[in-house]
């Protein structure tokens, strides 16, 4: 069964530090897709990227940026130089393509607070 | 593109009454439309799996009868909480699928309570 692990459940940063939320996975498939949400306190997901399983190359956007690396299934995200509105629960999501229907399954999601 | 809208809200209702929410899938045809739960402060749970014109995949624990979804066309899906009660308060938000199995795409959410 497919199982994101979001370890860190509240994390408080002050502007512009940097900040890694960690995200792990567990899947026996060979194709999946891993993604990350924003949720902003209105509720709404706000999509972040998705990533496949076969493409391990880090993206950065902006002071966004991920690191998949599959041999340790993590895939992590990085925000460089924190500001106040990144404040926002982040959910890690896998979705795999073989099995489940392609259903995702989050992770327990990852409160951050950015203070000025 | 890729906009898909969730109607209403808001809702507040009574106890023991049905009430129906919609989501729809603005510009794409979503074969595919996904239901969640979310509880204050925990995760998004799958409730059920929609296919268009056929009968919706519930997940483990998650009444049937008491959530009835139907998905009967391409762009609408509705989940209708029936005889509603003060626990099935919640979040509940939706996403729409495509037939590629890559990207979920989430409307806003509609957030009920019930009295």
């Known amino acids: 069964a497919q199982k994101v692990t979001q370890a860190q459940t509240e994390i408080s940063v002050v502007e512009k530090e940097d900040v890694t939320l960690d995200c792990v996975y567990e899947?026996?498939?060979?194709?999946?897709?891993l993604f990350w949400y924003k949720q902003p306190p209105s509720g709404e997901l706000v999509f972040l990227i998705r990533?496949?399983?076969?493409?391990?190359q880090n993206e950065i956007s902006g002071r966004y940026s991920w690191n998949f690396q599959k041999s340790t299934s993590s895939f992590n995200f990085t925000i460089t130089a924190s500001q106040v509105v990144d404040s926002a629960v982040y959910f890690c999501?896998?979705?795999?393509?073989?099995?489940?229907?392609?259903?995702?399954?989050f992770g327990d999601g990852t409160t951050l607070t950015v203070k000025p | 593109g890729a906009v898909v809208s969730q109607h209403p809200s808001w809702v507040i209702c009574k106890s023991g009454t049905s009430v129906k929410i919609e989501c729809r899938s603005l510009?794409?045809?979503?074969?595919?439309m996904f239901w969640y739960r979310q509880f204050p402060k925990q995760s998004l749970m799958l409730m059920a799996t929609?296919?268009?014109?056929?009968?919706?995949?519930?997940e483990q624990g998650v009444e049937k009868d008491k959530f009835l979804i139907n998905h009967a066309s391409l762009t609408l899906s509705t989940l209708t909480v029936t005889s509603a009660h003060p626990e099935d308060s919640s979040f509940y938000i939706c996403?729409?699928?495509?037939?590629?199995?890559?990207?979920?795409?989430f409307g806003p959410g509609t957030r009920l309570l019930v009295l």
């Open positions: 899947t026996r498939d060979t194709t999946y897709y």
């Open positions: 929609s296919n268009e014109g056929s009968k919706a995949t519930y």
């Open positions: 990533r496949n399983s076969f493409d391990e």
């Open positions: 999501a896998l979705s795999e393509a073989d099995t489940n229907a392609g259903k995702s399954t």
């Open positions: 510009d794409f045809q979503a074969t595919t």
């Open positions: 996403s729409a699928r495509t037939g590629s199995r890559e990207t979920q795409y």
